[in-house]
């Protein structure tokens, strides 16, 4: 795919925006999905980092559920970060078969940083903000592990979702939102 890829954040709560500054800056045209019409002709979706019990709520009050369901088995590219990392997995969404822990790092006041290398992404290690963040605490065999953190596998892949627990939004580094746009525009993309 050539152009500006039109990628959804979905925007019932969490840090959307940052994710929308990053992608517009990779040359993405970002739409903020609150609800099921805001995914018609999406190219991607972001799910971003926030309260996972929120982001339930917002999902089941806007009628979300099923259309994100929907998107992802048409064949859409989802990027997660943290919470939605949460909401991908086999309790939630169920889109993605892994489970994630919740908090599994710590509250608030345990938050990182930490610098991990990640499969498809050169140049040195992708530094990783963890707020609250979950953990993948299992997942099927169909699931690429692509980062681990002390033991626990903290970014994964699996068809065209790629999930991480962390935040790569909040720092300057636009080399994982890069990783999701090539995986949009390349035609040979899993």
Known sequence: MAGSPLIGALALQGDFAAHGQMLRGLGATVREVRVPADLDGLEGLVI???????????????????????LVKEGVPVLGSCAGLIMLDRD?????????ERNAFGRQLQSFEADLEVPGIDGGPLR???????????????????????????????????????????????????????????????
């Open 92 to 100: 939630h969404l169920g889109l993605m078969d892994v489970r994630a």
């Open 128 to 190: 990783a903000v963890f707020i609250r963040a979950p953990w993948i605490a299992e997942h099927g065999p169909g699931v690429e592990i692509l980062a681990v953190l002390d033991g626990h596998p903290v970014a994964a892949r699996e068809g065209k979702i790629l999930a991480v627990a962390f935040h790569a939004e909040l720092t300057d580094d636009e080399r994982l939102h890069r990783l999701f746009l090539d995986g949009i525009r390349s035609p040979t993309s899993p």
């Open 48 to 70: 971003p980092g926030g309260e996972s019990t929120t982001m339930t709520l917002g999902i089941a009050r806007e009628g979300l559920a099923q259309p994100l369901r929907d």
